[in-house]
């Protein structure tokens, strides 16, 4: 498999025992090669989903630095790029984070996403051959 993107889902599920996709997630994660690649605006919205639990949030940003997962940078020239991204799928008003793995999809070649959002991700498209593989 080649290199993988990974949305918010699956990076909260991984971090909380309790999550209802933990199990999977984790499942998944043993078959996918690593580090896995996202992006500030994912690692951002995770932050927000685990502000409730004690000293997860500091895992998640010890396993960035251990090398878990790498964090791809956006320049602040391609942020109207990830603007194209939200106004062309405005109909199923995607959330910042998805936009930018989108983006970060065309621009560097991913065609696996590691998501629990079928329903978007289903939709958005991303380089030649436009459907992104999602994986669980």
Same mark, same amino acid.
């Given at each position: 498999? *080649?290199?993988?993107? =990974? &949305? ?10 309790? &999550?209802? +996709? +933990?199990?999977?997630? #984790?499942?998944?994660? +043993?078959?996918?090669? /690593?580090?896995?690649? !996202? ?10 989903? @685990?502000?409730? +639990? ?13 090398? %878990? ?10 942020? !109207?790029?990830?603007? *194209? #991204? ?6 199923? $008003?995607?959330?910042?984070? &998805?936009?930018? @793995?989108?983006?970060?999809?065309? $621009? ?5 996403? %590691?998501?629990?959002?079928?329903? &978007? %991700? !289903?939709?958005?498209?991303? /380089?030649? *051959?436009?459907?992104?593989?999602? =994986?669980?």
């Amino acid at each position: 498999m *080649k290199r993988v993107l =990974v &949305d918010t889902g699956p990076l909260v599920a991984i971090m909380l025992r309790a &999550d209802e +996709h +933990h199990k999977i997630c #984790v499942e998944t994660l +043993h078959d996918l090669p /690593g580090p896995l690649f !996202s992006c500030w605006p994912v690692i951002t919205e995770a932050a927000w989903l @685990l502000r409730g +639990h004690q000293g997860v949030v500091q895992h998640l940003l010890d396993s960035i630095a251990e090398g %878990f997962l790498e964090i791809l940078p956006i320049q602040s020239a391609e942020v !109207s790029e990830i603007g *194209k #991204v939200m106004e062309k799928y405005r109909s199923i $008003r995607p959330q910042l984070a &998805d936009a930018a @793995l989108v983006y970060l999809a065309e $621009r560097d070649g991913f065609d696996v996403i %590691f998501t629990l959002d079928r329903r &978007d %991700f !289903s939709v958005y498209r991303a /380089g030649r *051959k436009g459907v992104l593989r999602i =994986v669980p």
